[in-house]
Structure formats: C-alpha cells, structure tokens
C-alpha cells in the first residue's frame, strides 16, 4: 500500500483511478456482468437437456432389465450394470444442474447513476476537502489485484495494476536511491514545477498543486513561499510575463486565441498528440510554444479538422477494455 500511495500521489498518476470509471468502462464493466449471466444461463440450458437424455437413458436401461428372462443371470447382470451407471450420470447431472442454478442467482440491475459515475468521482477525488481515507477505500475497491516487479537498472519498481471489470494498467514509482530520505522533493514535482513556471506565478503553482492532493516532501500543502524555496534550491528561474512572451509560451486560452480557435479545439488537439504541449498535472493547466503551434504540418491538420474532412477519433484518456465473450470450461 505504501508504493501504491507514492504511485497515486505523483504527477498524473491519479488519472488511472479516473479513467476506469469513466461512462464507457462502467458501461463495458456491466456488459460482463450481462454476458456472464446469459453464459450461465446457456450452460444450465444445456446441462438441462442433458440430464433429459440421460433420465430417458435410465428409463430405456430399466425396461431392457424388467423384460430380461430371470434365468439369463449374465444377460441380467448386464443389464443391471447398464442401469446402474445411467442412474449414476442423472445424479451427476442433478448435481451440476443445482450448482449452476445456485450461481445463476439474478443479479442486481446496473444502477443507472453509474454512468456520472466517472464525473462525480473526478469531482470527489480533485476536491480539497475529500479525506485520505476516502481515497483509499475507493482505490481498495476498484483493484483486484497488484504485481509489482522492480527494475533495478532504471531504480524503478513497476506496478502492474488488474482492475476489476477486466482492465490492466502499468505505473512505475522511483526508488529511493542510498542515501535519499523522505524528505527530498520527488524529480517529478520538481518538474512539474518546472514546467508551470513558464506560464505561472508561485503563488497559483502552489494552488495547482493542492488542487491535484500533492504534498511538500515533509507532508504539508505547498504555499508560495515553499514554492519560491524550492525554485532557488533547484535553480528554477521566476515566472516572468515578460520572458514568458519573449519566448512563446501560452497557457490554453492564449493558444485558442493566437490561432484563432476555441480553447477546447486546441485540447483536443494536444490530447491526441497532434501538437506538442506539455500538461504537468490532471487537474492543471497546459502549456504550449509558439514555435509549435505555428508548425505547418499541425497548421495543416488543423485547417483539415476545421473544415470537417477530419472525423472526431476516440479519447485516447479512455483505457482499452477487451471483453472476451469465449467461455472455456470443461467438456460435459
């Protein structure tokens, strides 16, 4: 639990909870459910008509034995054999018909709330005043179960996540090096840091970073002042609007804007990695350059999407849910 909790507190990392409970994997976690109970209820069809065959197989096997001459003995002692293991097959059948039916129990119907299931979720975790408790008990309940391997060339412990309606997901956390202790700043808030101080002040650095539930090594919430500590140990230089133009930085609104297009345009664009940008936190602002949005081949595929010759493709945020629909058991 405690890499687990050092996974879902870095930069982004949060998103992985966020993403397998979005419309689309609650709809495909209910499709399972759906397509369990018509499996089931397939195989207790055809364990039906099986236990049908083999009742009639007893019936026939009974009256070979009731029309059998007596003073047959060995024709007899067959027929008797013969009858015994029909008899046997039908309580073998009515056992796995009755165990089937006690799994095939109806299951509750899929609550129709769960669909702003992904939305409501996003809005209790980002929230301020949602405790830490909560989280966990929520990250409980939506894994099944972990792998955790580590990479010793890299200093990296990956963690293979199962989570439960069939989705995989893979977060590596970095390892303590000798000597390093828990009060050292993680390399990715530094950078995240890093890359915010090209669009913002200290003062709204601090307030991304609260808004996204991370803490200051020491476990406290970040305030301009440790903002401005950090940026002077780590040799960031202070945000400036005036180097911020020179250089061409934008945040999204002022991208829209110097091309001319609505702000949400512009993300979906950087979603899809259509053009470069970076987004250091989920719940934060991006940042663009000016050099690559004035790119002529992102040019180019703008004025595409612009005049409709360019179809909307998937959220590439929505994580892959395959569904088999194959069910391997035993031959009956």
């Known amino acids: 639990m405690y890499l687990l909790r050092r996974a879902f507190n870095r930069r982004?990392?949060?998103?992985?909870?966020?993403?397998?409970?979005?419309?689309?994997?609650?709809?495909?976690?209910?499709?399972?459910?759906?397509?369990?109970?018509?499996?089931?209820?397939?195989?207790?069809?055809?364990?039906?008509?099986?236990?049908?065959?083999?009742?009639?197989?007893?019936?026939?096997?009974?009256?070979?034995?009731?029309a059998v001459d007596p003073?047959?003995?060995?024709?007899?002692?067959?027929?008797?054999?013969?009858?015994?293991?029909?008899?046997?097959?039908?309580?073998?059948?009515?056992?796995?018909?009755?165990?089937?039916?006690?799994?095939?129990?109806?299951?509750?119907?899929?609550?129709?709330?769960?669909?702003?299931?992904?939305?409501?979720?996003?809005?209790?975790?980002?929230?301020?005043?949602?405790?830490?408790?909560?989280?966990?008990?929520?990250?409980?309940?939506?894994?099944?179960?972990?792998?955790?391997?580590?990479?010793?060339?890299?200093?990296?412990v990956e963690l293979i996540i199962h989570w439960k309606g069939g989705v995989h997901s893979t977060l590596r956390v970095r390892r303590r090096r000798r000597g390093q202790s828990g009060a050292h700043t993680s390399a990715d808030v530094v950078e995240t840091i890093r890359q915010l101080a090209l669009i913002c002040d200290d003062k709204a650095i601090a307030a991304y970073l609260n808004r996204n539930g991370m803490l200051t090594s020491r476990g406290n919430r970040w305030g301009r002042m440790s903002i401005t500590s950090l940026r002077n140990k780590r040799g960031i230089a202070v945000h400036s609007t005036e180097r911020q133009q020179a250089e061409g930085w934008m945040n999204l609104t002022e991208a829209g804007n110097h091309l001319g297009v609505a702000a949400k345009t512009v993300r979906r664009f950087a979603e899809h990695g259509d053009v470069k940008a970076m987004h250091p936190l989920y719940d934060g602002p991006w940042v663009f350059n000016s050099t690559d949005l004035e790119d002529p081949s992102f040019r180019a595929r703008l004025e595409q999407r612009l005049s409709g010759t360019t179809p909307a493709g998937p959220d590439v945020r929505q994580l892959a849910l395959a569904i088999s629909t194959t069910y391997r058991g035993e031959a009956l």
């Open 12 to 66: 982004g990392h949060s998103r992985e909870i966020l993403q397998v409970v979005r419309p689309c994997a609650v709809e495909a976690s209910a499709l399972v459910v759906t397509q369990e109970a018509h499996r089931r209820d397939e195989l207790c069809e055809t364990l039906l008509l099986e236990l049908k065959a083999a009742r009639y197989a007893v019936q026939l096997a009974r009256r070979q034995y009731d």
């Open 71 to 156: 003073d047959n003995r060995l024709v007899a002692s067959e027929l008797e054999r013969r009858w015994n293991v029909a008899l046997k097959k039908v309580s073998e059948l009515e056992a796995k018909v009755e165990q089937e039916q006690n799994k095939s129990q109806p299951h509750p119907p899929v609550p129709e709330e769960l669909g702003d299931l992904g939305v409501e979720l996003e809005r209790v975790w980002n929230a301020p005043e949602t405790d830490l408790r909560l989280k966990k008990r929520i990250i409980r309940t939506l894994i099944e179960e972990i792998l955790v391997e580590i990479d010793a060339e890299r200093s990296e």
